[in-house]
């Protein structure tokens, strides 16, 4: 079976994030108020096959591990929903 | 003293990376990043430049080019490696030196000199300058910021792998540190000290035509190494 795995990846949390401090002075300037906390980081989707969705997880957290994320800097969390649904 | 310069698509500098060995006086060559041997190398530089485009990360998609296993094995024989700006970054992305290197504080890519303190003199590419000793050459890069969890900062600091740090006016009306890395690092060595990865680029200011062969001596550390290794 074929899983929609979707993983989104953060700057780890307390570490100094520029960009998502870059980002939240812009909202601020445009009178966004209470837009707090702002981190950018990047999302990555891909078809993963595996026999159930458990697997399809565990094969994404590998990958994020070895390669998607940076373990030093960057934390992450999958989404996983069968292929072709929504 | 043969050195093997890598060469990644996206590299650069690296023709200075030889020139400043052989001004030196060692033995320089290219291998390209498929290939799997070294060469008979007794050193490697990792060049500059931005492999694979930066592709995910800085120096992600390198770590897997081929010529990895040999370096790989050359460190763990104790062989000398160099990573210079993303040479750096693919060494802390191949696991070979703690910590990553993020984007520049200030979100833009810096390129002008910095100075820098000398933190270690007993490694195979700072033992020609003196310790505390503070030298000018130029950094080029986007994604210099070192980064790592505290816990491996204060390793980093007992175990004295900090080779050299951002200090100093090197630019007027800029700050010491361009890029905002943790504790001004500019610098680090693995525990045993024979691989180092550094942001700045000496190999660029390497040459007296230039104005200042401030760099030189990173090269002729080297090559001094070299001979006092097989004395």
Redesign the interface.
């Known amino acids: 079976m074929t899983w929609r795995v979707r993983v989104r990846i953060l700057p780890r949390t307390g570490l100094l994030d520029p960009e998502g401090q870059a980002v939240e002075q812009a909202l601020a300037a445009l009178r966004f108020t209470g837009a707090s906390n702002v981190h950018v980081g990047k999302a990555i989707a891909l078809d993963v096959a595996a026999p159930n969705a458990d697997e399809a997880r565990a094969k994404a957290r590998a990958m994020c591990e070895q390669l998607l994320a940076n373990p030093v800097t960057e934390d992450f969390d999958i989404d996983v929903e069968p292929a072709g649904s929504a | 003293m043969r050195v093997a310069v890598i060469r990644f698509p996206g590299s650069n500098c690296e023709p200075e990376s030889k020139r400043a060995v052989e001004r030196a006086g060692g033995e320089a060559y290219f291998v390209w990043h498929r290939d799997t041997s070294l060469g008979g190398a007794d050193a490697v530089i990792l060049p500059g430049g931005f492999s694979y485009g930066d592709y995910?990360?800085s120096g992600?998609i390198a770590r897997f080019s081929p010529i990895m296993e040999a370096i790989r094995r050359l460190a763990a024989d104790g062989g000398p490696v160099l990573g210079l700006c993303n040479g750096f970054q693919i060494l802390?992305?191949a696991g070979l030196l703690?910590?990553?290197l993020?984007?520049?504080?200030?979100?833009k890519y810096v390129s002008r000199p910095v100075d820098l303190r000398v933190e270690r003199t007993d490694t195979p590419f700072t033992n020609a300058y003196a310790m505390g000793e503070v030298f000018r050459v130029p950094v080029g890069h986007g994604d210099g910021?070192y980064?790592?969890?505290d816990a491996?900062l204060d390793e980093l600091d007992a175990n004295r792998q900090v080779v050299l740090r951002y200090s100093g006016p090197a630019a007027p009306d800029a700050p010491a540190n361009p890029n905002?890395s943790?504790r001004d690092i500019a610098a680090v060595c693995n525990r045993e000290g024979n691989i180092v990865g550094m942001m700045p680029h000496p190999e660029r200011l390497a040459d007296a035509a230039l104005g200042s062969d401030a760099g030189h001596r990173v090269f002729e550390s080297l090559v001094r190494y070299s001979l006092l290794a097989t004395r």
């Open positions: 995910l990360r992600a802390c992305e703690p910590g990553a993020r984007r520049n504080a200030g979100l910021r980064a790592a969890p491996v905002g943790v």
